[in-house]
């Protein structure tokens, strides 16, 4: 019968029983491995000593590395702040600065224009607008035609113009306007909530207001949902705008 010893693995410290052979010193191959590179730059080792995510403390080097947070309550307490508001707003900021980059955003627009770019492709194309549309964006401009609610407002304007663009102004153009009475109407929906878009319309509005129009916004719940509250606030403005002129 073949002698075997019995002791802790120098790497993991994980009690094992071999066979007598030299001098055992790790439980496998996988332990060897990272004692062997464990001084190296970039080595898997350097990689495993991580921190708990809340408390800072060291984490003990162990066969999962997935591991975050050193104990239970670290981790309750780590998670509620990872998805409090706080930590949101600062990924959030992270990932604007990373969006206003010069290079990432050039890269973005290669990719985009390149034939590499999986929206090129009719079929994934109309699989993607489905799948906005099935995800609770079905009024969302895909082909560059007004929306849904645009064209519903619209319908019950007469004398108004779809898609006005204002002359002298970089092509600034206005979902719904009245030219006549320089009453310009806005149609958004959820991609205005957009911190981008958000700065644009404010452009926008800035730019109009100066030109001496006035101009009133809807969101696309509110014309689907109560289209006469929101036709009796533009013959309000009509009207005040009339009596001006």
């Not at 052979?21 to 496998?28: A, I, V």
């Not at 060897?32 to 730059?41: D, G, I, T, Y």
């Not at 590395?65 to 998805?83: D, P």
Request: charged fraction near 30%.
């Amino acid at each position: 019968m073949r002698a075997v010893v019995t002791k802790n693995c120098e790497w993991c410290g994980v009690l094992f029983t071999q066979e007598k052979k030299r001098k055992p010193r790790f439980c496998g191959h996988r332990c060897a491995a990272l004692w062997r590179q464990r001084n190296q730059p970039g080595a898997y080792a350097s990689r495993l000593a991580k921190k708990c995510e809340w408390c800072g403390a060291e984490l003990p080097l162990k066969r999962d590395s997935r591991t975050r947070f050193c104990n239970r309550e670290c981790k309750v307490l780590g998670r509620k702040f990872i998805f409090s508001e706080e930590a949101r707003q600062e990924r959030r900021e992270r990932m604007r600065k990373l969006n206003e980059r010069p290079d990432l955003q050039a890269k973005r627009a290669a990719f985009l224009a390149s034939d590499r770019s999986p929206f090129k492709q009719p079929e994934i194309h109309r699989k993607s607008v489905e799948i906005q549309r099935a995800n609770g964006f079905p009024n969302l401009n895909y082909d560059g035609a007004p929306t849904i609610p645009q064209k519903l407002l619209f319908d019950h304007l007469p004398g108004a113009t779809m898609e006005f663009t204002l002359s002298e102004s970089n092509g600034l153009r206005v979902d719904i306007a009245i030219p006549s009475l320089k009453l310009a109407i806005e149609v958004d929906g959820l991609s205005h909530m957009k911190r981008r878009e958000k700065e644009r319309d404010a452009r926008k509005e800035q730019v109009l207001k100066a030109r001496g129009w006035v101009m009133l916004r809807f969101w696309n719940a509110e014309i689907l949902g109560d289209l006469a509250s929101v036709l009796a606030r533009i013959q309000a403005a009509i009207t005040a705008l009339q009596e001006i002129a």
